[in-house]
């Protein structure tokens, strides 16, 4: 029948067979692409029985020979081995053709390479894959099958390659279905448009400077109302670039979500706005001039830097030069021209800078205020409603301040000896003890020490330096105190006393010279100036005296550190005893071999009595002024 030789005529090695309806179907199908339109006729009039020969058959039917014969004919589309594919980049190759994209650099607005810019892309180029079913669309397919999202991966192409592979499909498609789906994308991606465009106004005009991408992505599904109708994050990150350039910063740190601020947004809002919406009517101009006064003076406190790593300094809360400084120039400007009085340009300016940028600026007005009002009256309701009303830092602030300066006392320790010789004094500390009742008062005992350095050249003689505080992160305040207190130990009191137990010396031992440091007599010479004052020359105070007279190079400036307070009786032994051990595993932690303790003269009496006792190596001094008592 293919071959058309008569049956009975055939050779032994040739026998034939009768095709059914599926060896029936792929003869009319390899009849179609040969182009043998006499057998196609006759196979498609469908026989009653078609008999062939199977070698006829095989060879009629053999797809490399019909590949070798019309190599450039419309037959199915064959695979590829992968390491016969060159390398393939969606950024810097078209994904229709495979080749790599030229760009014209001198003129770039004119390049005929484009990117995708609609969702709708990716479904338009893989259905006419499955249309045109050629080599060609076998290619794009696989490409495309590993991405499901063009914008995500930036895909680019020519546009002539675009043009060449819709052609026949915009040549075939009906006029009214290509218009509606036209319009459909169209309106989708007006949707999306509208949605970006609040979401940009939303972000110019929020309270907080500071978003991470995610979040404004976020809100702009929420305002488009779905993801669908929303662009997806990484194709609006890069419509945020392209919209405002370098006014807007978004910091890529790797293992954490972009940050997005902006910078010189003043500079945007003279040159874009303000020229192209004047008005003419007065009413309308001013407020116009009102509005973008107003977006100029928070987009200057948008664009300072400010620290809130550090609290504010308290020199820097006295000196109003050095507040005026915390005021971006602008803001000084207005506040100058709208109030008269310098203190309340500072307060009101600084009030204006923590309410335009609340998590990224510590206002140093406002930070003292809180802390002052807590010191004083202690209460939360007050700073919550002040804070609230924009007056002060915030009360979750003030206790935040309050753990840094716990978090930050002791971390840098004193000077061992011999750099450096540390004394120590004790004392009762007494709070809140003028009540009526009695209820809330606290009575303990404080323990501070005070260390000189010995390297004089070092250091300054009486220059003193503030420290800032480091603003610490909140924590519980279970851990915040735990192994910072002094551990209390019990003392039981032995049967005898042991000042029965004191021995003095013999008088005779007085009577040794004794050679005193001519520096002890000035305090003589101060006390006989008494006598020899005048109306015209009065004697001096005591410090203008010393100063004057003793000149050189003197110890610099002691530096004193408040240690944990113990929370018992100054008078109870225990507590004396637990001071004592205390004082004594601080003096072996710097090198000292005997520590020097002062007490006032009711203290001194016991702890003396507790050091002869325990028999601890420690020295209790009388404190100079119950001395002078004594």
Not at 192 to 216: G, Y
Not at 285 to 308: M, N, Q
Not at 369 to 390: A, C, I, P, Q, T
Request: glycine share 4%; with cysteine.
């Amino acid at each position: 029948m293919v071959c058309g030789v008569n049956f009975a005529e055939e050779v032994v090695d040739n026998p034939w067979r009768t095709l059914k309806d599926k060896g029936l179907q792929s003869l009319i199908r390899f009849a179609n692409v040969n182009g043998d339109s006499c057998l196609y006729e006759y196979l498609s009039a469908t026989p009653d029985q078609v008999s062939v020969h199977n070698r006829c058959h095989s060879q009629y039917t053999d797809k490399r020979r019909l590949e070798h014969s019309c190599p450039t004919g419309d037959n199915e589309p064959t695979k590829k081995l992968r390491s016969s594919t060159p390398g393939f980049d969606w950024k810097e190759h078209c994904f229709l053709c495979g080749q790599h994209l030229n760009i014209d650099a001198r003129h770039p607005d004119r390049s005929y390479v484009r990117r995708a810019q609609t969702l709708e892309m990716h479904r338009s180029v893989m259905t006419k894959c499955l249309e045109r079913n050629d080599q060609w669309a076998l290619e794009v397919r696989s490409r495309l099958e590993t991405c499901s999202d063009l914008l995500a991966v930036e895909a680019q192409y020519h546009k002539g390659c675009h043009r060449d592979f819709f052609k026949e499909l915009l040549r075939c498609q009906d006029a009214t279905t290509s218009y509606e789906a036209r319009s459909a994308v169209s309106s989708k991606h007006a949707i999306m448009k509208a949605a970006f465009d609040k979401t940009c106004d939303w972000l110019e005009h929020s309270a907080d400077e500071l978003f991470t991408v995610p979040e404004l992505h976020a809100k702009m599904v929420e305002i488009a109302g779905g993801v669908e109708k929303s662009y997806s994050a990484k194709y609006f990150q890069y419509l945020l670039q392209e919209r405002y350039g370098d006014t807007l910063v978004i910091s890529d740190v790797r293992g954490r979500q972009n940050v997005v601020c902006f910078q010189n947004l003043a500079k945007r809002i003279i040159h874009d706005k303000w020229y192209d919406e004047r008005e003419k009517n007065v009413e309308s101009e001013s407020k116009r001039v009102v509005v973008a006064a107003a977006r100029l003076i928070k987009a200057s406190i948008l664009d300072a830097s400010y620290s809130v790593d550090e609290y504010p300094l308290n020199s820097t809360l006295k000196d109003p030069e050095l507040l005026k400084e915390c005021v971006p120039e602008l803001v000084r400007i207005f506040m100058e021209n709208l109030v008269n009085d310098e203190l309340k340009q500072l307060a009101i300016g600084h009030s204006l800078m923590q309410a335009a940028r609340p998590r990224s600026v510590i206002a140093p007005v406002l930070f003292g205020l809180g802390v002052s009002l807590d010191h004083n009256f202690g209460s939360e309701l007050l700073l919550k409603l002040l804070s609230r009303l924009g007056f002060c830092v915030s009360y979750d602030e003030v206790c935040r301040y309050k753990q840094s300066v716990l978090q930050g006392h002791g971390e840098d320790e004193l000077d061992c000896f011999p750099d450096a010789f540390t004394q120590w004094a004790a004392d009762n500390v007494d709070h809140n003890v003028a009540t009526l009742d009695g209820i809330g008062s606290f009575h303990g005992m404080g323990v501070i020490a005070m260390a000189v350095q010995h390297n004089t050249g070092s250091l300054n003689s009486g220059s003193f330096g503030e420290k800032a505080v480091a603003r610490c992160k909140r924590m519980q305040v279970s851990q915040l105190t735990k192994h910072r207190g002094i551990k209390i130990h019990h003392y039981c009191a032995p049967e005898v006393s042991p000042f029965k137990l004191l021995c003095f010396k013999p008088r005779t031992d007085l009577n040794s010279l004794c050679c005193i440091s001519p520096c002890l007599n000035l305090e003589l010479l101060w006390h006989v100036g008494w006598y020899f004052r005048s109306s015209s020359n009065p004697r001096p105070c005591w410090s203008g005296f010393m100063q004057d007279v003793v000149k050189g190079v003197h110890p610099p400036s002691a530096d004193f550190r408040l240690l944990p307070i113990i929370d018992l009786n100054p008078n109870d032994r225990s507590c004396i005893y637990s001071t004592l051990l205390f004082v004594e595993q601080q003096a072996e932690r710097l090198n000292i071999p005997v520590p020097c303790l002062t007490f006032d003269q009711p203290l001194w009496i016991k702890a003396v009595e507790l050091v002869a006792a325990e028999r601890l190596n420690i020295v209790c001094r009388l404190g100079g002024f119950h001395l002078l008592l004594l």
